[in-house]
């Protein structure tokens, strides 16, 4: 009896010995706050190991007492969903207990203790997202930070949610006091209203200093938003009668590197005090058409038949350049300066 004693004493020493042992090699990791965190924007540089980010502050890491000897500090970003590695990263090695213990927001980590990020070359359409544009896209993701060799890692998670502005109402339409409502969707935050009497966003209408009514709280949230609305009673005695004026949203986004100051696109519409026939005033159907065909045209010659094809099954809704209505002329004529070679098209994008 004696001896099976001696056996399992020997058996908890050993295993209290190798837990010990165990804990002091991983050492500690951790983030605060805990998360999730949502972004609309969220670039990877500002996750501190790629030069020219202005670095994440949200978050903070912790390294506790733990291993001696060189460290590398690593950051993984993987998809939520389907576990598949995007982006990697490790700082250069440093001694952990003088140099890497303590805590840190993790866009200093460049800073701190040099090191690179590398996308992972698998070919996917996030693999194309994140090169091309430089940030994580739409979606939910896991961004692991841990240390090397000796393992010790935690994880938050970070939902993007790209910013959404679109206005609804009224959108290149008289409009007269009594059906004046100002309705659009949105996801940004401290929304504001703005009207103004050029299409250039450079005279604005105020009372005073301001509209009578331009903060508005927000409905939505990132993963939904919702229609947002200023009555129009409220803004109509400071504006003319009979005036073509138009109205914007600004607001803020958040990004990976604090919030940004973002703002829609410049909507035209005709105000009438009492007006009972009321009529569209943007571009006709006709002039739509002429402008598609013409596009069409230009990605044929400049891209290939199928980005053509791809445009083909749309409408035409708005136009406008930088942030302004555009009329049928001042569209048609960039247009034709791309096809004939007078103006080069960086990139193409449409919404």
Do not use: C
């Amino acid at each position: 009896m004696r001896y099976f004693k001696i056996i399992a004493f020997a058996s908890i020493l050993i295993l209290i010995v190798l837990s010990l042992f165990t804990g002091n090699a991983f050492g500690q990791v951790s983030i605060s706050p805990a998360g999730p965190l949502t972004y609309h924007v969220f670039l990877v540089a500002d996750l501190g190991l790629e030069g020219g980010g202005k670095g994440n502050k949200d978050f903070q890491i912790t390294f506790g007492a733990g291993p001696t000897g060189q460290q590398e500090i690593t950051i993984d970003v993987t998809d939520f969903n389907t576990g598949d590695l995007l982006v990697t990263g490790a700082t250069d090695p440093h001694d952990y207990a003088t140099e890497i213990q303590g805590t840190y927001f993790i866009g200093q980590l460049d800073d701190l203790f040099g090191g690179d990020f590398d996308v992972v070359d698998d070919a996917t359409d996030l693999y194309d997202k994140v090169l091309a544009t430089g940030r994580l896209p739409r979606g939910r993701f896991r961004i692991t930070v841990g240390l090397n060799p000796n393992g010790a890692s935690t994880s938050i998670i970070v939902n993007i949610a790209p910013p959404y502005m679109q206005p609804l109402y009224p959108v290149e339409v008289q409009t007269n006091r009594a059906i004046l409502d100002f309705r659009w969707i949105t996801n940004i935050n401290r929304q504001e209203l703005h009207i103004y009497t050029d299409p250039f966003g450079n005279r604005e209408v105020l009372a005073g200093s301001r509209l009578p009514f331009t903060r508005i709280p927000s409905t939505g949230t990132a993963w939904n938003p919702q229609a947002q609305r200023v009555d129009g009673s409220i803004v109509s005695p400071v504006l003319n009668d009979g005036a073509i004026l138009y109205w914007q949203i600004q607001g803020y986004i958040k990004t990976s590197h604090g919030d940004e100051r973002t703002e829609s696109v410049l909507t035209a519409f005709q105000y009438f005090e009492n007006a009972q026939s009321l009529e569209y005033i943007g571009l006709s159907d006709p002039d739509k058409q002429a402008i598609k065909d013409l596009l069409i045209k230009m990605l044929q010659e400049i891209v290939d038949n199928r980005a053509a094809r791809s445009i083909e099954q749309y409408d035409i809704n708005r136009i406008a350049i930088d942030n302004s209505p555009a009329t049928r002329e001042e569209i048609m004529t960039i247009l034709q300066a791309i096809i004939s070679g007078d103006v080069t098209a960086t990139s193409i994008q449409f919404q």
